[in-house]
């Protein structure tokens, strides 16, 4: 029987890949049938199954992503619709797509790796009849795929389309915040290991809903809400990266022809928030004449810096929609206003979209329609410097951008804990043991699974396989009342045509894994002909992609089966690249 070659380097690069904290913001589904994901630690363009105008969630882990719902339906890792996870309140019936605001967030029940809680909020086109409610997913069930298994259970009527989350200050619990439609009342749910376990509200700054001087719209089917501002339940709220502040937005028309004198709506509001207590207390009102059509929000990573996104329908500034900062140290609420400097103003949105923090510190934005992603690449320096780009993100297959962006407990930011670990081998002979050394940041507890029906409960641990196959390894760790997981296959073979080559020049793989096509890009600065040659687990090629002249090339899964592929790209003199892929 042949020696098996191990092919280190392939297996090297990828164990040295390592993410940006935990791992429940790696995919972003958004719009019409796009997404980013942050698999690598940047944004790439990606797809799903998701179709809505606004907001969305989605939840990961170090292995896969586990499940996202535009609000109505809750697809799971395979983008297959969820059993039960049908008609969520979040839908937004009256619209022709899912279209509120934040209709979704998605987080983890304290204390559990498997329990997920699903907030969503009604739009205004429904008459917001639906209020906040929540659903809960359970990833124990259908074979990990998850199920819902309690849905649609009211927390909060009549709601605006807001819902936003925080850690409390155990570090454990989570504070989900809604905001009532008609007052001023913030409603804080704390979550437990128990479930929702205590509901605190504060009333502070504006009424958010009609009054009795512009009845706007007839409310209809809406107990308790005699009318309705189609536009002032809309509008981001958003928390800052450490909890302790909160923005407010809504998104008025400009004025009622019909029954009102011009209504110039609600001005942006900068609240504090007692992560210990659930009170919500009012800081800052930013009372600009101009600034009631403000959407979209996101603090800076260091929280020093605000960003607004306004021009809604271009009611005002002539068609142009602006992206703006404020200086949130820069003193009082006059100081803060007049620190206001405009980042970006542009013809190419439609509406002014959603912003998003992300793993790799950088802020992204929702452009309305486009095929592409903006993105403030540096968003804790000042001014200018904060280096916004328009189209820093290309979405595949010409899927475009709604106005939102996904809807993330902003503590996932935060959090230094990540699931990882380094093995001694990945292909390996049966019989062979496999060392498997614990490289993660703040666990207590390791849990390895080894994909053949064996377990470990111990930091380092190996293992042995009995029978060829391909098997995944999955490392759970836990602190407190975090989980995080990792994931890495290993391949067990008798023989394996794979050489290994040091010199491993490519630049990015992406999607992997993949599920109908990924692309390979690589150095080739002088434009040299290559030929790509992919080969199963058992060392034959199944194949061969010649005159490759650019500096990428595209697999397509076409009549591949799922499961572990290599790849070796060459010249006519030297092999200058391997890989592994992995098709799903």
Known sequence: MKRLLIISTIFLLLIAIKSYGQHEADYWPFGYWAGLNYYSGTATGDTSKFIGYEGGTAISDGCSILFYTDGDTVYDRNHNPMPNGFGLAGKCTNYVVPSGTQSALAVSQPGSDSLFYIFTTDCVEDTLKDGLRYSIVDMSLNGGLGNVTIKNQLLLYPSTEKVVATRHANGCDIWVLGHEYGTNAFYAFLLTNIGISATIVSNSGQVHGYDNQCKYLPCFNCPGIPYIDEQIARGYMKFSMDGSRLILLATPDDFDTLTCDPVYGLYPELFTFDNST?????????????????????????????????????????????????????????????????????????????????????????????????????????????????????????YTCGIGLPNFLESYFTINQEADFICSQTTALPGATIYFTDNSTGASLWEWDFGDGNYAATQNTSH??????????????????????????????????????????????????????????????????????LYDSQGRIVQTITDITTSQVIIEKDNLTNGLYFFQLRTDKEICATGKLIVK
Request: aromatic letters at 14%; one cysteine or more.
């Open 464 to 533: 042995a396989y009995s029978s060829t196959g391909i098997y995944t390894v999955t490392l759970t760790i836990n602190k407190d009342c975090h989980y995080d997981k990792g994931c890495k296959t290993i391949v067990v073979t008798k023989e394996s045509a794979i050489t290994d080559h040091s010199d491993n020049n490519i630049a990015s793989i992406y999607p992997n894994p993949f599920t109908k096509k990924t692309t390979i890009e690589f150095k080739n600065p002088k434009n040299e002909n290559y030929t790509l040659k």
């Open 278 to 398: 659930g009170v919500v207390a009012q800081d800052v009102l930013l009372a600009d004449t101009d600034s009631i059509l403000y959407y979209g929000a996101s603090f800076s990573p260091d929280n020093s810096k605000l960003y607004l996104s306004c021009g809604w329908f271009g009611y005002f500034g002539n068609g142009l929609s602006y992206l703006h900062q404020f200086h949130l140290n820069a003193g009082n609420s006059t100081a803060i206003l007049n620190s206001r400097t405009l980042i970006n103003d542009t013809t190419s949105w439609y509406h002014p979209g959603a912003m998003q923090l992300a793993y790799d510190g950088k802020i992204y934005f929702a452009n309305d329609n486009w095929d592409y992603v903006g993105a403030i690449n540096n968003p804790n320096a000042a001014g200018l410097a904060c280096n916004y780009n328009d189209s820093a993100v290309g979405l595949p297959n010409y």
